[in-house]
C-alpha cells in the first residue's frame, strides 16, 4: 500500500471533502462556474474498486480524479476551452497497465497529469459548429467512438469536427482524428494512437424513430491491427401503447473491412436488436448483440466506451477470434424523489455471452448499480459485477465500486 504524499493528502482534502463531507458523487449537468472572464470547469472523482479474480491475487485501489479547465466567454463566435486533469493512486494494490505488478487484475487507472482538453470552438457559419484541436468526442450510443468516461482519465482525441444542421432535419458530423489519447494515459507504450481517421455519423427523425448513418474509417500507424472500415446504420424510437406503457426498439448492423495500415483481409458484421417496455419510472429491455469473427479476426470497436458493453467486468474489451453473442436483459428503476436527494437510478443486467455462432459458452455475469444524485454537484454511486466464466480464457471475477464525486 502507497504512503500517501503532501501533495496527495491535499488534492484529496480540496477535491473530495465537499462531497464526502455530504455523502455525495457528482450529478449530472453542466460542470462550470459562469464568470464575466469566462466559466472555470472542475469535476473530481474519488473511486474504491476491488476486484477479485481467478488466479490473481485481490486487488484494491482508491483514485482520485481531478480535472480543472477554463472556456472563455464567446469572441465572435469563437470559443477558447482549456482543461488538465490528473490522477493519483492513493491506495495502489493494483495492476495499473504500466508499472503491473502482474499478480494482481488490471485497474485501468494509472497515475498521471496531462493535457484532457485544449480546443478552439467556432460557430460563425448558420447552424454549424467546428471544434478544433484536443476534445472529447462521443458520437451516438459510444459504441463506435466514445470518451470512455468510466474509467479516471478519460479519452480524448486531437481532431477536427464539424457539426452541421443545415441539411434539417439532418444533423450531419465529420470527424477528422490526428491523434487518440487512450485511457491508459501519456506514459504507456499504448496510451497514444498516431491517426489519420475519419468519421461520418449522419441521424435524421423518421416517423418509426432516429435514423442513424455512419462511416467509421480507422487508420492507426502504430496500431495498424486495430485499423479498419466500418459501414452501417442505426434505427431506435418509442411508441406508446397505451396511457401508461411503451414500447423501445432499436435495430443496428453494421460491415467491418480492413483498411489503411492494417495488414490483414476480414469482411466481418456487427448486429443488434433490442426491445423494451417502459411504464413510467420502470424500464426494462431485452437484447441481443453479435460480433462476427473468423477464428483469428474479430469486429472490433477500439474507440468505444467499452465498459458500457458486455457487462461492466470488462471482460471482453477485445473480441475474442470466433466473435461474440451477448444476450442480455436489463431493468431499471428511477426515483424522482428519493427520501435523499433529488433522484436515484437502480440498474440490474444479465448477460449470457458465447461466441458468435451461439455454440461455446464465455461465461454469464450479473452488474447492479446505484446512484443517488443529491443536487447538481454532487452524488454517489454504488456498483458491483460478477462474471462466471465458462472457459479457462475467461477467469471468474468480481468487481466492486463505489464512487464519490464533486463538481463546481
Not at 424510437?237 to 426498439?249: I, M, Q
Not at 426491445?275 to 441481443?288: D, F, H, P
Request: no cysteine; charged share 20%; glycine share 8%.
Amino acid at each position: 500500500m502507497k504512503t500517501l504524499s503532501r501533495p496527495a493528502l491535499l488534492a484529496l482534502a480540496l477535491a473530495a471533502a465537499p462531497a464526502m463531507a455530504h455523502a455525495q458523487t457528482p450529478a449530472t449537468g453542466p460542470a462550470v462556474a459562469s464568470t464575466q472572464a469566462g466559466d472555470i470547469l472542475f469535476d473530481s472523482r474519488l473511486r474504491y474498486e476491488g476486484v477479485s479474480q481467478d488466479g490473481l491475487d485481490d486487488a484494491t485501489a482508491v483514485t482520485l480524479r481531478a480535472r480543472l479547465g477554463w472556456q472563455s466567454p464567446d469572441w465572435s463566435g469563437f470559443k477558447l476551452l482549456v482543461e488538465g486533469e490528473g490522477v493519483v493512486a492513493l491506495v495502489d494494490d493494483y495492476n495499473d497497465t504500466i508499472h503491473g505488478p502482474a499478480s494482481y487484475p488490471v485497474v485501468a487507472d494509472p497515475e498521471g497529469i496531462e493535457l484532457n482538453r485544449l480546443q478552439l470552438t467556432w460557430t460563425g457559419l448558420p447552424d454549424t459548429e467546428v471544434v478544433l484541436g484536443r476534445q472529447r468526442i462521443i458520437l451516438g450510443n459510444a459504441r463506435f467512438v466514445g470518451n470512455v468516461g468510466f474509467r479516471q482519465n478519460e479519452q480524448t482525441f486531437d481532431a477536427v469536427k464539424v457539426t452541421t444542421r443545415t441539411l434539417k432535419p439532418m444533423t450531419v458530423t465529420y470527424v477528422w482524428i490526428d491523434r487518440v489519447h487512450r485511457i491508459f494515459g501519456n506514459d504507456s507504450p499504448v496510451g497514444e494512437w498516431n491517426s489519420d481517421s475519419h468519421l461520418i455519423n449522419v441521424e435524421a427523425p423518421t416517423p418509426v424513430g432516429k435514423l442513424t448513418a455512419y462511416g467509421y474509417l480507422l487508420d492507426f500507424s502504430n496500431a495498424p491491427a486495430q485499423s479498419s472500415a466500418t459501414w452501417g446504420a442505426r434505427l431506435e424510437g418509442s411508441h406508446a401503447l397505451s396511457a401508461d406503457w411503451s414500447a423501445l426498439y432499436a435495430v443496428d448492423y453494421a460491415r467491418q473491412s480492413d483498411y489503411g495500415s492494417n495488414p490483414a483481409s476480414f469482411d466481418l458484421d456487427y448486429g443488434l436488436v433490442s426491445a423494451g417496455l417502459k411504464r413510467g419510472s420502470l424500464t426494462g429491455t431485452l437484447a441481443v448483440e453479435r460480433m462476427d469473427g473468423n477464428g483469428t479476426r474479430a469486429f472490433q470497436t477500439p474507440l468505444a466506451t467499452l465498459h458500457a458493453f458486455q457487462g461492466w467486468a470488462d471482460v471482453f474489451l477485445n473480441t475474442p477470434g470466433d466473435g461474440l453473442r451477448d444476450v442480455s436483459a436489463t431493468v431499471s428503476h428511477a426515483i424522482a424523489h428519493p427520501p435523499v436527494g433529488t433522484s436515484a437510478t437502480l440498474t440490474a443486467s444479465w448477460h449470457d455471452i458465447r461466441d458468435a455462432d451461439g455454440s461455446s459458452r464465455y461465461g454469464q455475469e450479473l452488474d447492479l448499480s446505484g446512484r443517488l444524485v443529491l443536487d447538481p454537484r454532487r452524488a454517489i454511486e454504488i456498483k458491483a459485477a460478477r462474471f462466471d466464466g465458462a472457459q479457462v480464457a475467461f477467469p471468474d471475477r468480481t468487481k466492486v465500486w463505489v464512487a464519490a464525486e464533486y463538481r463546481f
